[in-house]
């Protein structure tokens, strides 16, 4: 009796084995996804995948592992880490094992950061499946098709920022206290003082009271960001701080709703005034994947500021620390302005200081 229920157990074994020969990886399909694309340093992003045998036998063994290059670090606690974070010279993997059953799909997340700004690039993901005696492994891999852009993060608040704070103190009182109706922001109560063309019936139907427009104000102002990326003497650790006034100013500007343009010589590209979600993405885009190119020097710079200055324009430059004749330059660009210009310094010598 014993012999038949061995026999028939190694039967078992050599059908199960045979199954788990029949080229495994051609039934596996694993995509993932990341709930953003751009971030800046230290901000937590989560890694989401799905992984699936669309085959009708099951997988005894499959090993998934995503490679991520340098610069790149787990987020999960050390008890989660030490089971699945392996690190290398060249950077770090994620790794997990499973059974999968026909027809299967499983799915898991983990959380990732960017150490510091720059444009990222998902590694390879690695496919194991292993027979049931573990005596035949097959191995594929899939190139990392998600780019992520760090872009520098927020300046701190240091004497070039409070500058900064003053000069748009100064631009905000210069705007048109007048409502402009194509310039809808939201909706508030009736208090009984507004007109009533200014009802909104519709708000007011969904939440039971009689609600108003709320219309933004005209702005009577004409700000320019200038950013100059010609270094003279200046670090790549001045240069990383320039990225960060240049972000913090879009920041304000977005924050009291105004308006500008931007303007560079270097590879930070340009942009017509504006404001919003989508203008200021593609300006921190930009600032992420820069690599400090300098194109022309600040004299053309400043040549292009004032040969498109407008009347009532106010400029405000980010820049290293200029010399003698990007000095003289800038002053051409003070004499034409109607407007004081304000100039932001970026340099980590007088930041330590």
């Avoid at 084995?17 to 993932?32: A, D, G, Q, T």
């Avoid at 498109?308 to 003289?328: A, E, F, Q, W």
């Amino acid at each position: 009796m014993l012999g038949f229920v061995f026999i028939g157990l190694l039967a078992a074994a050599i059908v199960l084995e045979i199954i788990s020969l029949r080229k495994p990886l051609k039934h596996v399909v694993i995509s993932y996804d990341l709930d953003m694309l751009m971030a800046e340093p230290g901000e937590q992003i989560t890694v989401s995948y799905t992984v699936t045998n669309t085959g009708r036998f099951p997988i005894f063994y499959l090993g998934v592992s995503f490679s991520f290059e340098g610069g790149i670090s787990i987020l999960e606690d050390s008890k989660w880490a030490e089971k699945h974070v392996t690190r290398s010279f060249t950077g770090i993997s994620v790794d997990h094992s499973y059974f999968l059953s026909g027809g299967k799909t499983v799915r898991g997340r983990f959380r990732i950061a960017l150490q510091k700004r720059g444009i990222y690039r998902m590694g390879r993901c690695y496919l194991e499946a292993g027979d049931l005696l573990g005596l035949n492994v097959s191995v594929s891999s899939t190139e990392g098709n998600r780019t992520i852009i760090c872009t520098a993060p927020m300046a701190e608040s240091d004497p070039p920022v409070n500058v900064l704070g003053g000069f748009l103190g100064d631009i905000s009182v210069r705007r048109f206290i007048m409502e402009d109706p194509s310039l809808l922001v939201g909706y508030r109560e009736y208090t009984g003082y507004e007109p009533m063309k200014k009802i909104s019936w519709i708000q007011s139907a969904k939440t039971g009271k009689l609600m108003v427009k709320q219309n933004d104000f005209t702005l009577d102002t004409d700000v320019a960001i200038a950013v100059n990326l010609e270094r003279n003497e200046a670090s790549m650790a001045d240069m990383e701080k320039l990225f960060e006034l240049t972000r913090t100013v879009c920041e304000k500007l977005e924050e009291m709703k105004i308006p500008y343009a931007f303007i560079s010589n270097g590879d930070l590209r340009e942009f017509q005034q504006g404001f919003g979600r989508a203008h200021l993405s593609a300006i921190l885009r930009t600032i992420g994947i820069s690599t400090a190119v300098c194109y022309n020097s600040f004299e053309n710079l400043i040549d292009k500021c004032i040969a498109g200055n407008r009347s009532n324009r106010s400029y405000i430059l980010v820049t290293p620390r200029l010399d003698n004749d990007g000095k003289h330059s800038l002053d051409r660009l003070r004499s034409v302005s109607d407007h004081e210009v304000c100039v932001i310094i970026a340099d980590r010598k007088e930041e330590r200081a």
